[in-house]
């Protein structure tokens, strides 16, 4: 188990495969995934959220947590309930602001924060800026060798100190509808299903046949951000555009061309309200706001209506299936994809100010605990968590949002295949760069050779240092 569990070093998704690789997702193409797709918290405002309970005046504490996931907040209430003498003040912030608001804070001397987030890709730069405290220094040693790998590598800066720890790992997948499933495919088992994702054409040889029985394969076209290619964009300071990259372009110009997904954005209105039922299919050329769901009814009424198929999203996507699934509960599969695809995970330390430190880390080391993650399995219905003695507990668990499929098995089996050395510095900007030009591209504002220029120049204009070959540009 444990050499298996050391295969899931790679599950840290960059910002690029995220959202850059992806074709974008709404109406008129707009590349609106929101700052929500960076992260598992799709809802996370910029509100203070004080969950409080009473406590001893002679003993109390208060922390203050700084999180861009709304995944805190419920720890910190559980937190709570155990810990009477423990206020916790949770202040959820919006994930493109996250890293600014957090660093000009502590930088600017702020010490009444003393948790602090962030995600893979905007850890690196919080641990330059000297933001987090030195947990292992606090007693965060403790968990090494009992958490994933990867993880644990994540966790801590370039000399080795351990910044922060994840209590979660995130590899995707594919969710679909078993019920649907057994409609149009005859089966709704995940190896069978599977098949039909595991290659770009099979994806569109499903879409073909889930619109000839009236359904639409995916909300948007961006649900397969998360599978756009794992290849490394840098390769030794040269550009490195991999044939799977080229393929995949291709692939989402004909996912979106072909009608073949009901064009609701990422996180809007209408791709929420798909994972319950009905929906209306809206047009590539739709200016319909689908942000605003009473909005987003009133200008659809009457519009045809359809049923989506599946939903690409990381592990973390059970937390949002849970919030949004309705009458569809226990109607779900998990299948894999054409590449391997991560992104994501909440990596938790404590503010280098906090003047709480040793009673800030005594929250995560609680987080970390057995007991905990066990309760955030249920709580969650089947958020994957990187304590390696919880896996093996759960590791036949089966969940039943999931119609009883062993969700871990399978989340495990899609993490093997992921290489995490192929994750470059670049990979956030070169990944929307690529985005972009797809987007221009499939809604004929540029034609292909076009659109592979307008790449370069923007990748040759962010990172003058590289080595940029125009191979595309002579076919």
């Known amino acids: 188990m444990k050499k298996m569990l050391a295969l899931m070093l790679a599950l840290v998704m960059v910002f690029g495969l995220l959202t850059g690789c992806g074709s974008g997702n709404g109406s008129k193409d707009a590349?609106?995934?929101?700052?929500?797709?960076?992260?598992?918290?799709?809802?996370?405002?910029?509100?203070?959220?004080?969950?409080?309970?009473?406590?001893?005046?002679?003993?109390?504490?208060?922390?203050?947590?700084?999180?861009?996931?709304?995944?805190?907040?419920?720890?910190a209430e559980k937190y709570m309930?155990?810990?009477?003498?423990?206020?916790?003040?949770?202040?959820?912030?919006?994930?493109?602001?996250?890293?600014?608001?957090?660093?000009?804070?502590?930088?600017?001397?702020?010490?009444?924060?003393?948790?602090?987030?962030?995600?893979?890709?905007?850890?690196?730069?919080?641990?330059?800026?000297?933001?987090?405290?030195?947990?292992?220094?606090?007693?965060?040693?403790?968990?090494?060798?009992?958490?994933?790998?990867?993880?644990?590598d994540?966790?801590?800066?370039?000399?080795?100190?351990?910044?922060?720890i994840s209590y979660q790992v995130t590899p995707a997948g594919f969710y679909y509808r078993t019920d649907i499933a057994e409609k149009v495919f005859g089966t709704s088992d995940a190896e069978e299903i599977g098949k039909y994702f595991a290659t770009y054409d099979g994806i569109i040889d499903a879409a073909k046949k889930l619109k000839e029985a009236g359904y639409r394969i995916f909300a948007s076209d961006g649900e397969t951000n998360y599978f756009s290619g794992d290849s490394a964009w840098v390769v030794?300071?040269?550009?490195?555009?991999?044939?799977?990259?080229?393929?995949?372009?291709?692939?989402?110009?004909?996912?979106?061309?072909g009608d073949y997904?009901?064009?609701?954005?990422?996180?809007?209105?209408?791709?929420?309200?798909?994972?319950?039922?009905?929906?209306?299919?809206?047009?590539?050329?739709?200016?319909?706001?689908?942000?605003?769901?009473?909005?987003?009814?009133?200008?659809?009424?009457?519009?045809?209506?359809?049923e989506i198929f599946a939903y690409g999203l990381p592990a973390w996507g059970t937390l949002v299936m849970r919030d949004h699934y309705g009458d569809t509960k226990g109607k779900w599969g998990i299948c894999g994809g054409p590449s391997y695809g991560f992104g994501g995970?909440?990596?938790?330390?404590?503010?280098?100010?906090?003047?709480?430190?040793?009673?800030?880390?005594?929250f995560i080391q609680w987080m970390l605990s057995d007991e905990t993650l066990t309760w955030w399995i249920d709580k969650s219905e089947g958020d994957v968590v990187s304590k390696i003695s919880v896996l093996e507990a759960n590791k036949d668990f089966k969940n039943p949002l999931y119609n009883n499929q062993s969700t871990y098995a399978m989340w495990m089996k899609l993490a093997e295949g992921i290489d995490y050395s192929k994750v470059t510095q670049y990979d956030t900007i070169i990944g929307n760069k690529w985005g972009e030009a797809i987007g221009k591209y499939k809604t004929g504002e540029m034609d292909k050779k076009a659109a592979y220029e307008f790449?370069?120049?923007e990748v040759a204009s962010a990172y003058p240092e590289l080595t940029i070959e125009r191979t595309l540009l002579e076919d």
């Open 455 to 457: 790449f370069y120049d």
């Open 236 to 257: 030794d300071g040269k550009l490195n555009v991999d044939p799977s990259r080229v393929q995949y372009f291709d692939f989402a110009t004909e996912l979106y061309q």
């Open 81 to 152: 309930e155990e810990h009477k003498n423990v206020t916790i003040e949770t202040v959820v912030i919006d994930p493109g602001e996250y890293v600014d608001k957090t660093q000009t804070a502590i930088l600017g001397g702020d010490k009444s924060i003393d948790i602090i987030c962030g995600e893979p890709q905007m850890v690196g730069n919080m641990y330059d800026a000297g933001l987090f405290a030195d947990l292992g220094a606090l007693g965060g040693s403790e968990f090494e060798g009992q958490i994933v790998d990867y993880v644990w």
């Open 154 to 164: 994540v966790g801590t800066d370039a000399d080795g100190v351990l910044r922060a």
């Open 345 to 362: 995970g909440t990596f938790v330390g404590v503010s280098e100010l906090s003047e709480k430190k040793e009673e800030a880390y005594k």
């Open 31 to 75: 590349e609106t995934t929101k700052a929500a797709e960076e992260t598992k918290a799709p809802e996370a405002d910029t509100t203070k959220e004080a969950v409080e309970t009473e406590a001893p005046a002679e003993d109390a504490v208060k922390l203050t947590i700084w999180t861009l996931a709304g995944d805190l907040k419920t720890f």
């Open 261 to 306: 997904t009901a064009y609701a954005a990422a996180w809007s209105a209408p791709w929420y309200a798909a994972m319950a039922g009905p929906v209306p299919v809206l047009t590539a050329d739709s200016d319909v706001n689908v942000w605003d769901g009473d909005a987003f009814a009133e200008a659809t009424e009457g519009y045809a209506q359809t």
